[in-house]
């Protein structure tokens, strides 16, 4: 199975990536993980993304569509994945959906965890990370209305979109999530 998770930042994505590759037995590939690692081991890639993540800004395309790409040409993608983070816009999109078919392996679903921005706001808090300041989430919030937000329709015109009440436990949203793909299977 191949699965994409959308939502805001602070959706859940993250913990529902992890529940489902273990549920799977299917890697998840977060692409915030790929470009943290960039930055703590310090490469030049590395630099580049602090200056956009400082900002609140999302990284540019082609420093994460190169990380990602080699990622999911490693062999424990081949039975399937989760992908946390990416696509974060159209272009990224149209890039996974061409890197995908050369591989001969497209996306099956995806998922978009819905979430009120008062419930992101107070569970970004939490994270105590250094870029999770209030204004740096607004900041976040409003970039991923105005760039991310339209691949809701771009995977629902695709029709394999699924649309996910992230408000609640852990538990209830994964519980949500699995039922929804059983009806799909």
Known sequence: MRLILLGTPGAG????????????????ISTGDLLRREME??????????EFVNQGEL???????????????????RSGFILDGFPRNLNQADFLRAAL????????????????DSTVIDRLAMRNR???????????LKVYRKVTAPLVDYYDRAGILKRIDGDGSPEEVTKRILANLARTA
Do not use: Y
């Not at 994505?13 to 998840?28: C, D, M, V, W, Y």
């Open 101 to 116: 078919a050369r591989m001969q392996a497209p996306v099956d679903v995806v998922l978009n965890i819905e979430v009120p």
């Open 130 to 140: 250094r870029d999770d300041t209030p204004e740096t989430i607004r900041h976040r």
């Open 59 to 77: 990284v540019s395309d082609d420093i994460t569509q190169a990380i990602l790409e080699n990622r999911l040409r490693e062999a424990d993608c």
């Open 41 to 50: 081991e310090g490469t030049e890639v590395g630099r580049r993304i602090s």
């Open 13 to 28: 994505k993250g913990e529902q990536a992890t529940r489902l590759s273990k549920n799977f037995r299917i890697p998840h």
